[in-house]
């Protein structure tokens, strides 16, 4: 498994910005899958973007599609999502996961290795 740690998480008004870090602990980032879920207060997790081995293949639900961007910088080891035009109902916790396979895949089993999540408030 790898370790993952999030960060860039915070409160933001509606129609604003923010951009979420996760950073990986092994050089062999690269052959990782790696995926964006959140879980909003009193729901279950859900998936939210997820990006290929080579970062040329994402993935979006659709809540999000077209004001998320999900992309990963393999050198450095990090995957981020870039979030415009928040709106209140994306206020979650955002958590990282990595998945050791060769597709992209937006079930939330498909993942082996998380990390401890950000909160994402975005206030009206």
């Known amino acids: 498994q790898v370790q993952l740690e999030e960060s860039g998480g915070g409160l933001v008004q509606a129609g604003g910005s923010l951009r979420l870090s996760c950073a990986a602990s092994?050089?062999?980032?690269?052959?990782?899958?790696m995926g964006w879920f959140r879980q909003p207060p009193g729901k279950e997790r859900e998936f939210v973007a997820a990006?290929?081995?080579?970062?040329?293949?994402?993935e979006y639900a659709d809540s999000v599609n077209g004001r998320f961007t999900i992309s990963r910088d393999n050198a450095e080891n990090t995957v981020f999502l870039q979030m415009n035009s928040l709106k209140p109902e994306d206020t979650a916790i955002y958590y990282c996961a990595a998945r050791y396979g060769a597709s992209v895949s937006t079930e939330e089993l498909m993942y082996e290795s998380w990390g401890q999540g950000t909160q994402v408030t975005v206030s009206s």
């Open positions: 990006i290929s081995r080579s970062g040329d293949n994402a």
């Open positions: 092994q050089r062999t980032f690269r052959i990782y899958v």
